[in-house]
């Protein structure tokens, strides 16, 4: 009775006694890689009786390290690896969600690996290279987890761009910076070497996008290059034949070759002046081939007159004033103008052209008048009578010559010029006022009096009513008192007296700011000059 009571106890501590066991000879769950590892029959799978994990038992599982191992190559090979155990940095039993390999991304050393990452592949991450995809060992490719099986070629990893039509060492061309662009090409080994524009042109504008295989690359083989026209279009419509190094450079299109053979002088417009220096596209718009009109100059040129000198029946043109060498020049001669309707004379032969027909702005060379007043500001209208230049004419006057040339007689007037009269200008009796380039002027209703014009020096010692008249003493020739006879005054000079110096009896005065000769003496007693 007593053992049927036990019999439970014992059916579960059977039942309990493998787990019972395991646990007291495992110290964990293995990763989920070694997870087929598991059970107490498969303990020397990895272990040795006796003893610890055996490195030797993990390479005969792991066959594809062992044999790197064995060929020298990886980072196993490496002095950071080279001595120790695998356990102590692959050691198991932590569980299911164990990670057995463990790596710090940004602290791995790379070249241990035995392949360094430069340029962008320094910001590549790990999972970016090391996929499945990229193995090419089947066996390492069926592995769920790994770091091994990556070659070191370019294309194990990157498409082929250009479709085998390149060869495959790639860094025969490009770097590790950028697949764009390609510095280590030289095209200067290449076929076809560039010069000129050729070194600017983006390679897309030679090398077209073609298809292969379903997807577009860039050729960069079997193309043609033996002549211009086998990438650039022919203009000319091949009327020069397609040989364009005879004209063009590979500098620019639009410069011609230093040594090029075409001679525009063998058409039917020879160019000369400054129309040698012209760009070809300057008249040849559209094809160089199509024909121009070049008869008259304003079939290219504006007509920068403006008809002004087309006549009714005919075309005038510009070479009859104008040469090649360049516009602003003219070969329109004095010899011609003096045959005009406005012959030159004096100091309009002097005068610019521009002067006279570009007043206004515009070139005006039809309504020029022929009056001095047409071109010159009349200076003085509203001042001198008509009568003296009827239709505002200054040549009354003024001489072509020179305008300061004045010709007016003045005996014509009521007031002659005579003595020192007829020196001064006439802008020193009838000019005046502070501004030169404003004067006020005077031609009529002017006093004769001395006085009006000159200082009277004396005082008014002569004045009679108010006035002084110096003629009565002085003529026009000079300042000089030649008409002043003593005899006639209150005081006639006798004996010594009239061999006296005038200065010893009429002394000089002073007056405010200047000072004067007093004539008119009073006192004749001899006591007030003795």
Known sequence: MKLKSQLPVLALLLWFWP?????????????????????LSKCTLCHTLGNKVSDQKCLDCHQALDRRIKASKGYHTSAEVVGKSCVSCHNDHHGRNFQIIRFEENKFDHRLAGYPLEGAHQKTACRDCHQKKFIADSEIAAQKYTFLGLDTECLSCHDDYHQQSLPADCLSCHDFNAFKPAPQFNHDKAKFILLGKHLETACEECHPTTQRNGKTFQQFNNLKFG????????????????????????????????????????????????????????????????????RYCIDCHEDYHRGQFTASAATADCEACHTTEGFGSSTYTLERHQQSGYPLNGAHQATACSECHQKSGDWNFRDIGRQCVDCHADLHQGFIPDSYYPASACTNCHSEESWASIRFDHNLTSYPLQGRHQGPSCRACHFSGQDPAKPVQRFSGLSQQCSACHQDNHQGQFDRDGLTDCLRCHDPSNWKAEKFDHTKTRFPLEGKHAQAACGDCHKTLPVTGKSYVLYKINDFRCEACH
């Open 19 to 39: 787990l019972f066991l395991k646990a007291q000879l495992s110290p964990g769950d293995l990763c989920e890689p070694h997870a087929h590892l598991e059970g």
């Open 227 to 294: 002549k211009c026209t086998d990438c650039h279009e022919d203009v000319h419509d091949n009327k020069f034949g397609n040989d364009c190094k005879k004209c063009h450079s590979e500098v620019s299109f639009r410069q011609l070759n230093k040594n090029h053979v075409f001679d525009h002088n063998r058409t039917s417009y020879p160019l000369e002046g400054r129309h040698a220096t012209v760009a070809c596209a300057a008249c040849h718009k559209k094809r160089i081939t199509d024909p121009l009109r070049f």
